[in-house]
């Protein structure tokens, strides 16, 4: 199975410029390797708090 990377914000927040740091942090968690089965959750909250998850993907 294919690996997944999520994006989450508070309500209002999420903008193309948002998209596109996420997108660059998201690269730089993964390093190069290959996520096969996991999830790379990644959330802003209302304070713009970001909170990075890597976990395995649930069957």
Partial sequence: MSGLVA???APGLMSL???RR???L???ELGGEE???EVLEITVDVE???TI???N???
């Fill in 22 to 24: 996420l997108f660059h």
């Fill in 7 to 9: 994006f989450n914000t």
């Fill in 17 to 19: 410029d948002l998209q």
């Fill in 48 to 50: 713009r708090t970001v």
């Fill in 35 to 37: 996520a096969w089965n």
């Fill in 57 to 59: 993907r649930p069957d």
């Fill in 26 to 28: 998201a690269l730089s």
């Fill in 53 to 55: 998850e890597r976990f």
